[in-house]
């Protein structure tokens, strides 16, 4: 499976981000995806999943009810919709497919990573 994220830009606070991971493989469409960020200087920190059949999703306490994930297993892709944004939101968003039975919320649960996609959130 290789992932791809996109999506990212400079926006302002309270302003609203969609960001898509798309996969390759269809295989992605058996894996609970992942939404990770991190901001320089801090370890990449969880903000959110779906299991494979989308009934599934968990999320930070810092971006539950702002944030939305989905997948379209038909399309293989994840998408992370950012509402409400806030400065601290600001990161490098990577998603990831989970690959080990471990707490979704750790990094080293998640494999196959795509290269990122800044976002920037001005105050």
């Known amino acids: 499976v290789q992932l791809q994220a996109s999506g990212g830009g400079l926006v302002q606070a309270g302003d609203s981000l969609r960001l898509s991971c798309a996969a390759s493989g269809r295989t992605f469409n058996s894996y609970t995806v992942g939404w990770f960020r991190q901001a320089p200087g801090k370890e990449r920190e969880f903000v959110s999943s779906?299991?494979?059949?989308?009934?599934?999703?968990y999320y930070s306490d810092s971006v539950k009810g702002r944030f939305t994930i989905s997948r379209d297993n038909a399309k293989t892709t994840a998408y992370l919709q950012m509402n409400s944004l806030k400065p601290e939101d600001s990161a490098v968003y990577y998603c990831a497919v989970q690959l080990k039975g471990l707490n979704n919320e750790r990094p080293d649960a998640y494999g196959y990573w795509g290269q990122g996609t800044q976002v920037t959130v001005s105050s």
């Open positions: 779906v299991g494979w059949n989308t009934q599934r999703t």
